[in-house]
């Protein structure tokens, strides 16, 4: 088994060189690299920052539209029997936002770029918040009926978009499918990480790979993943609408005790975070360059504005206007950076365990692994008595985190792969390959000790290529968005046909208009 392990591992050798080159492209040219401040940047993240900046001059800073009427958009009673709620959307978009990223992603940024990261994090959610209103709008506006639900998202906007040809949705449709799966592994091995170091701490004593316990974990995940995955996107959408709400929570209450418990760390935490945004520690390479890189970086990548992946999650929502779940979505950038991210920087930045020891260790020999650091940060900012049991809660919610990111990715496969095939037979092969091949592979090599560096290294590459891929689409059809922002603004959110913006759709076309709303009217004199 182990040489099958480490044969997957060398198939997938030469995918590191390749995601760290297009990551770093031009970076990684020397003349570039020597320019002051620009020369830090990629391509992609100036590529994902500059249209979040353009996003939100034309849309007039959407991101400012009033939380409250956001807010009333997801809690308001479904207008039809199809597809999920808003809310449901919003939560199955979390389950994915919010994942592990959130904590391990933005201590890593501060570990490298030190707390002025986390400024930085914020101004790149605040741009990215257009990007995801923009992605998400097309993904609504585009999406098609099967049966009783929607399917939509990335594939189906870019086939529409790039000149009606089937072939281009399909290839989107594929790619979109080769990144979430393999973005499964990861995630079980991240469950894993979270239950046994709970296991640990309960027992006192570390708990090898090959004990009893993590052969337990392994059934339970891979039962558990089966179940609610098998059952198709709206039983998905009961579990998350549950864990999520749980996970979210349950972090942001114990971060906010820890915060309260070292109230006078405030103003050092803001004192750090400011003035490193502009002035960093030379621990941390002592540019301004180097935290802002670091940030944007990190901020994207958690709050996933831009690549694409988020639309899957938005098209399958019912809204009586397409620009709704812009909104929706648009404020799930909003809390994943803006509210559990900057928890997470306030436990990693006021513990400023960089600038001693941690445990009588050496802060480089914690700094390698980033989930380390954060439990060694929240086990120095609470009280020795119930440090374990803080430890233990979160780790909690770190392993809900990556279990409904593990969720969310093989729903997401799922809605994808409806633009290649709607059968049954196909719908369930995905359902199959997601939760009984990549979830028992990544429990396997977890098992057998193999970390597969180069396997993962192919997320990371995925997540660059859906960048590359979904702002192109997005720039080439940004006019409807506008039109359709402009229809919602005048009409105050009025019925919405999308003839009216010079297009058509297969949902919000002339003639469904009519017939959703004599659906609407009937369901209003039933009730």
């Not at 558990?224 to 009961?238: E, H, K, L, P």
């Not at 103003?267 to 502009?278: D, K, M, S």
């Not at 020999?365 to 809660?393: D, F, G, Q």
Request: proline residues 3%; hydrophobic residues 50%.
């Amino acid at each position: 088994m182990e040489s099958l392990f480490q044969s997957v591992n060398a198939l997938f050798a030469c995918i590191a060189p390749v995601s760290d080159f297009l990551w770093d492209f031009p970076t990684n040219f020397k003349a570039y690299s020597q320019i002051p401040v620009l020369g830090q940047f990629s391509f992609a993240i100036l590529l994902l920052v500059g249209v979040g900046i353009h996003f939100t001059i034309r849309t007039r800073f959407i991101q400012t539209m009033n939380v409250g009427k956001i807010v009333r958009m997801m809690l308001r009673r479904q207008s039809s029997k199809t597809g999920v709620s808003a809310l449901a959307s919003f939560m199955l978009g979390l389950a994915m936002r919010a994942g592990p990223g959130n904590i391990v992603g933005i201590t890593g940024a501060i570990s490298v770029g030190g707390p002025g990261a986390l400024f930085w994090m914020w101004v790149a959610a605040f741009f990215g918040m257009a990007t995801a209103f923009m992605e998400s709008t097309l993904a609504q506006l585009f999406k098609e009926k099967k049966h009783d639900e929607f399917v939509g998202g990335l594939p189906f906007y870019g086939r529409r978009i790039l000149g009606d040809k089937r072939f281009v949705g399909t290839l989107l449709s594929l790619v979109f499918i080769v990144y979430a799966l393999f973005n499964v592994p990861p995630q079980t091995f991240n469950v894993f990480t979270a239950i046994g170091t709970i296991a640990d701490t309960v027992t006192g004593t570390h708990l090898g790979r090959q004990s009893t316990v993590y052969y337990v974990i392994a059934a339970v995940l891979i039962a558990a993943c089966s179940f609610i995955i098998m059952g198709g996107i709206r039983r998905v959408t009961a579990y998350t609408d549950v864990l999520v709400p749980i996970k979210a929570t349950l972090f942001c209450l114990m971060s906010l005790v820890i915060i309260v418990i070292n109230l006078p760390l405030i103003p050092y935490f803001f004192h750090e975070v400011i003035v490193g945004a502009f002035a960093p520690h030379a621990l941390f390479g002592g540019a301004i360059g180097t935290a802002l890189a670091q940030g944007v970086k990190r901020g994207l990548m958690s709050n996933e504005a831009g690549q694409g992946t988020i639309t899957m999650a938005a098209a399958i929502a019912d809204n009586d206007h397409p620009c709704e779940q812009g909104f929706v979505q648009s404020l799930g950038v909003f809390f994943d950076t803006m509210v559990i991210c900057t928890m997470t920087g306030f436990i990693v930045v006021m513990a400023h365990v960089w600038t001693g020891t941690v445990d009588g260790q050496a802060w480089e020999s914690v700094r390698a692994s980033k989930i380390t650091v954060y439990l060694a940060s929240v086990e120095t900012l609470v009280p020795v008595s119930v440090a374990h049991v803080v430890k233990i809660v979160m780790c909690v919610c770190y392993g809900l985190f990556a279990f409904t990111t593990l969720l969310g990715m093989i729903s997401f496969a799922e809605i994808s792969a409806n633009f290649i095939s709607r059968s049954r037979g196909f719908i369930i092969g995905i359902r199959v390959v997601g939760s009984l091949v990549f979830v028992p592979f990544g429990a396997l090599t977890v098992l057998a000790g193999l970390e597969l560096p180069n396997l993962w290294a192919l997320s990371d590459l995925m997540n660059i290529v859906m960048v590359l891929l979904n702002v192109p689409i997005l720039l080439i059809g940004q006019r409807l968005v506008y039109k359709a922002l402009a229809h919602y603004r005048s009409t105050r959110g009025g019925p919405f046909v999308s003839e009216d913006i010079g297009v058509r759709t297969e949902y919000w076309s002339a003639k469904r208009g009519v017939v959703r709303q004599t659906e609407e009217l009937r369901e209003r004199v039933d009730s």
